[in-house]
Nanobody, 116 residues
Framework: QVQLVESGGGLVQAGGSLRLSCAAS????????IGWYRQVPGKQQREYVA????????TYRDSVKGRFTISRDSARNMWFLQMNSLKLEDTAVYYC?????????WGQGTQVTVSS
């Protein structure tokens, strides 16, 4: 089992920055890929934002490229999403998720609201 707790969400003006954190506990040695996803208001599906593989390869959703950066601190079992130049359309609940060989685990989500 892996437990995930996100933090760092909040209210920010357009153009501002936020840093999301994801802390993992439990069977962290089984974690392969780590990702950040978000659920935009009015949409049922969560959408992929950024992923970092066990080998360190990062991939980003086109709309956040150049603005968001995913990173990890393996020693502390923490992962981060640095979000710069935030836009109104980035407003969403952001989730940290990890994949093991057997299954995925999700955090409870943290709200990010970008205001004009």
């Amino acid at each position: 089992q892996v437990q995930l707790v996100e933090s760092g969400g909040g209210l920010v003006q357009a153009g501002g920055s936020l840093r999301l954190s994801c802390a993992a506990s439990g069977s962290t040695s089984t974690i392969n890929n780590i990702g950040w996803y978000r659920q935009v208001p009015g949409k049922q599906q969560r959408e992929y934002v950024a992923v970092i593989s066990s080998g360190g390869t990062t991939t980003y959703r086109d709309s956040v490229k150049g603005r968001f950066t995913i990173s990890r601190d393996s020693a502390r079992n923490m992962w981060f999403l640095q979000m710069n130049s935030l836009k109104l359309e980035d407003t969403a609940v952001y989730y940290c998720a990890v994949a093991t060989r057997i299954r995925e685990y999700w955090g409870q989500g943290t709200q990010v609201t970008v205001s004009s």
